[in-house]
């Protein structure tokens, strides 16, 4: 079992369950902010713990991220807002506790529960299988490391590999990621896999010639159905921007196909712009 994760887990009889960050979760946008995948993982954990149900799917989850996350002792509440037969809806809530002053929150999700059941009768548009360009690898790579594709100049769909700097165009991008555990010795969920995995939807859409410099300040995901498997495609589907703000959407893929899409919006960040052509982005899976 892997010893890679975003958090420690910390019992304190006194002030409860805290989350420790680790250094695994470190952004690269500052030293001491904690990495979007965590802060949203931790929402996915956290809610799945409490209520998760094999009868009902998880299928919306939408995450405000409204100030950064640091390295602080972090920790979950959840309140159910409404348990219906076929619908139920808990808000999640971040609170970070620093040594010297108040706690407070920093991210606040809502997931929206539906009963599974059958699919009613008759036919419906889907998007023709001729016109899926996302096609996963053909094997995965060892450990956690995630692999990205890009678009040639001329719409070509790209092949696979680990370096981001390779991939620091103006075109479509996609990326085949595995899920890093949020507590140690616990594989993430697929639910949590597909949250974590969904957050780079922000970095696969507003990544450009000169790297990235708008940050995503939500999430929204939604799925049909559970992922199959370790790992999920995430890959651009439509992209706009004015005035410093931008709105993305992906699609969520596995290798069976498409079962659900993200959205996010991002707003300009310039001033610590990343180039991922100087960027060592695989440090973090060495060392871990």
């Not at 998007?127 to 594709?149: H, I, M, N, Q």
Request: hydrophobic share 35%; net charge negative.
């Amino acid at each position: 079992m892997s010893t890679i994760a975003f958090f420690e887990t910390v019992d304190d009889p006194s002030d409860g369950t805290r989350h420790l960050p680790t250094p695994f979760s470190r952004s690269a946008w500052s030293p001491d902010a904690i990495t979007g995948p965590a802060v949203c993982g931790l929402v996915a954990w956290a809610v799945e713990e409490e209520f998760g149900s094999d009868e009902f799917l998880p299928a919306r989850c939408t995450i405000d991220m409204f100030k950064s996350a640091r390295r602080l002792p972090t920790s979950t509440r959840n309140r159910m807002i409404r348990s219906g037969g076929r619908i139920r809806v808990v808000d999640t809530e971040i609170v970070q506790h620093p040594d010297d002053g108040e706690e407070f929150v920093v991210a606040r999700g809502t997931t929206v529960f539906l009963k599974t059941s059958t699919n009613p009768p008759g036919e419906r548009w889907h998007r023709p299988a001729e016109c899926v360009t996302f096609t996963p690898p053909e094997r995965d790579p060892d450990g956690y490391a995630p692999l990205f594709s890009s678009d040639s100049p001329d719409g070509v769909v790209g092949d696979w590999d680990p370096t981001m700097g390779n991939h620091q165009t103006g075109t479509r991008k996609r990326l085949w990621t595995r899920a890093v555990p949020i507590v140690p010795g616990k594989e993430p969920t697929p639910f949590q896999r597909t949250v974590i995995g969904a957050e780079s939807a922000s970095l696969i859409s507003n990544w450009g010639t000169t790297g990235i410099g708008l940050i995503n300040c939500d999430l929204t995901v939604a799925i049909s159905r559970l992922p199959h498997g370790e790992r999920i495609g995430v890959e651009a589907d439509f992209h706009v921007e004015d005035d410093g703000v931008s709105v993305s959407n992906t699609g969520l893929y596995d290798r069976d196909g498409m079962f659900g899409t993200a959205l996010v919006t991002a707003v300009n960040n310039a001033a610590a712009q990343i180039d991922f052509t100087k960027v060592d982005t695989m440090k973090r899976y060495r060392e871990g």
